[in-house]
């Protein structure tokens, strides 16, 4: 630490174990008293979608990759939960306790997502939604989050999201996120005569 003086790994290990299990709580909204270590309630225990799924400061998530995404070439960062979403899908949109992440702070996490493991701006859900579109709908902004997750993955925008039917820079215009809008067509311009044709 900044003093120099070294904290030592098995009380690192523990208060690290603490945190998981505090997170864990939070993502399921289950109190932690309650909370068996070894899974919450009968569900897999996921510790980045733990720590995506609740509002803590970014430097937690950046622990959290350099801890749990290394290992297994990164396994933890393709784990998916019951409703086939990675950590990049929870950060896009995930909900607790009733409040969205912050915009400043959810930008910060995909951005970190996205760079650790690109691919999981292409993957979509058990119900066919990407992190795109789930972002789109949440109301993010382009410059915190849905640019990130366009330069991850610009086929994305040609993609008829599977529970609106709309093109995501349709979507973003109907949760009036007109920028968002403007950003999609302006970058992929042809996606409007597809959308036309699809209408015919």
């Known amino acids: 630490n900044r003093r120099g003086t070294t904290v030592p790994k098995k009380s690192s290990a523990v208060v690290w174990a603490k945190v998981l299990l505090m997170a864990g709580a939070a993502y399921h909204s289950i109190g932690a008293d309650i909370l068996p270590k ?27 990759i350099r801890v749990h995404g290394e290992v297994n070439d990164g396994e933890m960062l393709r784990d998916r939960d019951g409703e086939g979403n990675m950590p ?12 969205r992440l912050s915009e400043s702070r959810r930008g910060s996490v995909v951005s970190m997502l996205v760079n650790a493991y690109p691919r999981a701006a292409r993957e979509r859900n058990r ?43 349709m979507l973003a215009a109907s949760v ?19 959308g036309c044709c699809d209408s015919e």
């Open 38 to 64: 070894s899974d919450f309630c009968g569900k897999p225990f996921l510790p980045l979608h733990a720590i995506v799924g609740v509002d803590q400061h970014p430097s937690m998530l950046d622990f959290a």
């Open 88 to 99: 990049l899908h929870c950060a896009a949109a995930f909900v607790i306790g009733g409040s």
């Open 127 to 169: 119900f066919g939604r990407s992190p795109l579109n789930l972002a789109i709908e949440a109301g993010a902004t382009w410059e915190g989050v849905v640019r990130a997750l366009f330069e991850a993955a610009p086929e994305a925008v040609e993609i008829r999201d599977t529970e609106s039917k709309l093109y995501p820079f």
């Open 176 to 194: 009036v996120s007109l920028d968002v809008s403007y950003q999609l067509l302006r970058l992929s311009p042809n996606v409007i005569a597809k």
